[in-house]
């Protein structure tokens, strides 16, 4: 077999080359999973913190069909749900782009992994720190952002970084709905060049840069906002 690695400086017939082309599906898988990264941070920590709250059965409740919802249906039939049904039956979302169907889709599936691991994180703590912020007067919701979720999510980094490298990856499932992310560039470029080992392998290089980018940025945030005693930063998840 020869290597023929000039096929990423030839015209893909748009007047722009492959690599260009690579290149820009990278931005959008990078867009892709950040976007939803940030959806599902933000949703799993309220999901997560509903589902610990004293004395509010109801939206104890509420947090678990979350989690129990989206992290039992399939990621790839979730994302045809969204994209293919939801419009459907909401017609007022069909103006609405398919990467943002596709980033909510993710992100919700997401979602329903880092609330499970902030209920953990909470719960984890003693039964003193809300005890603390309790005698300081605080309301349950200053309790929570002043002193539960703080620490819990330091103890959590570790987990986060993983499902932060799986969001990445994840997203991969988006050219089943012709997002032009790495993935959907890789099928159709091999298509078209015959040169499927060289562009899988370049597809393949750049994931693995862009998870190993999230590992270290994660593993530095740990070591930056680890709790002496509850964390060692370096001897889980993204400090290895």
């Not at 690579?22 to 940030?38: E, H, P, R, Y």
């Not at 509903?50 to 989206?70: A, D, I, K, M, Q």
Request: glycine share 8%; hydrophobic share 55%; aromatic share 12%.
């Amino acid at each position: 077999m020869t290597w023929d690695w000039k096929v990423f400086l030839n015209d893909d017939g748009s007047g722009r080359t492959y690599l260009e082309w690579m290149m820009n599906a990278w931005g959008w898988t990078l867009s892709v999973a950040v976007s939803a990264w940030v959806v599902a941070m933000v949703v799993g920590a309220l999901m997560g913190t509903l589902r610990t709250l004293p004395n509010s059965p109801w939206l104890v409740r509420l947090g678990n069909v979350w989690v129990e919802l989206f992290r039992n249906i399939p990621l790839l039939v979730q994302i045809f749900l969204w994209y293919f049904v939801v419009p459907k039956m909401f017609p007022a979302m069909q103006k609405i782009p398919g990467f943002v169907l596709v980033v909510l889709a993710l992100g919700f599936f997401t979602s329903a992994r880092i609330a499970e691991q902030v209920r953990a994180g909470i719960q984890a703590l003693a039964r003193g720190q809300r005890y603390a912020g309790m005698a300081l007067g605080f309301t349950t919701a200053q309790t929570y952002r002043y002193v539960i979720l703080p620490m819990a999510f330091r103890i959590i980094l570790p987990p986060l970084t993983s499902e932060s490298m799986n969001l990445l990856k994840n997203s991969s499932v988006a050219f089943a709905v012709s997002i032009a992310e790495l993935t959907m560039f890789a099928m159709q470029a091999q298509e078209e060049t015959s040169r499927g080992v060289e562009i899988y392998i370049a597809v393949t290089a750049l994931y693995a840069i862009s998870a190993f980018a999230v590992n270290r940025l994660m593993a530095l945030a740990e070591k930056k906002m680890q709790i002496p005693g509850l964390i060692i930063a370096g001897a889980t998840g993204g400090g290895h």
